[in-house]
């Protein structure tokens, strides 16, 4: 499982609430990634950090924002929650295997907006 | 726009068969290609992966199949299990290692006895 952890595995909220979300990761690797997956669109990039304080967007970033102040913890925060990012949100990091940096996935949040 | 296209979108193969998901991608600059198997409830992990140096790569049941020419590149799964039930997504990323995956959309495939 590439030492990642996410927290909470399920969360319900409701609409307008901030939602924050954390990934840690015990193995100190750079590159960190948030993903949110839903039905008929695969696994959709919505942030992603390339080290302490250094982040970028990704193709669904509107209403997503993270912070990276440490290099084990990759917080996402919705904003306001709205009932289209009820999803499954994944964190990945990216590690070397077999001479190829490869993305690996923690377990996933489960979130519901009502 | 979606840059790699995957299909079928379900799967249903017969215990012992052969099991085929295709993917199609656009960006010439896409230089690795891994495959991820997900089952109900985990996050999806790193099955098998392939570069476009090679047409073929085979480890245990799974095979990809890669066709630069065309850009496709395909997943077979030989003697296939009900333990193989699974979501599978095919992925594609330039050349650079840290470069953003881009996935395509799964297929759910069924093994059914």
């Known amino acids: 499982d590439a030492g990642i952890t996410q927290s909470p595995r399920h969360k319900v909220t409701e609409t307008g609430t901030p939602v924050t979300l954390r990934c840690h990761q015990t193995e100190n690797h750079r590159y960190m990634y948030w993903y949110r997956q839903d039905p008929g669109h695969g696994l959709r990039l919505i942030h992603y950090?390339?080290?302490?304080?250094?982040?970028d967007k990704g193709e669904v970033s509107d209403g997503y924002s993270v912070s990276r102040s440490k290099t084990e913890d990759f917080l996402l925060t919705l904003e306001s929650a709205t009932s289209s990012q009820t999803s499954v949100y994944f964190c990945?990091?990216?590690?070397?295997?077999?001479?190829?940096?490869?993305?690996?996935f923690g377990p996933g949040t489960r979130l519901l907006v009502l | 726009q979606q840059q790699v296209k995957q299909s079928p979108q379900s799967l249903i193969v017969q215990k012992g068969g052969i099991s085929i998901i295709n993917c199609a991608y656009e960006n010439t600059a896409f230089d690795y290609f891994p495959w991820y198997q997900q089952f109900p409830g985990k996050g999806p992990a790193l099955l098998i992966a392939i570069r476009p140096d090679v047409s073929e790569k085979k480890e245990g049941r799974f095979t990809i199949s890669f066709n630069k020419s065309a850009k496709q590149f395909s997943l077979h799964i030989m003697d296939s299990q009900p333990g193989d039930s699974a979501t599978y997504f095919c992925a594609a990323r330039g050349a650079f290692g840290n470069e953003k995956l881009t996935f395509g959309t799964g297929t759910r495939l069924t093994i059914i006895p």
């Open positions: 990945a990091i990216s590690r070397t295997s077999g001479g190829q940096e490869t993305q690996y």
């Open positions: 950090s390339y080290g302490v304080k250094d982040t």
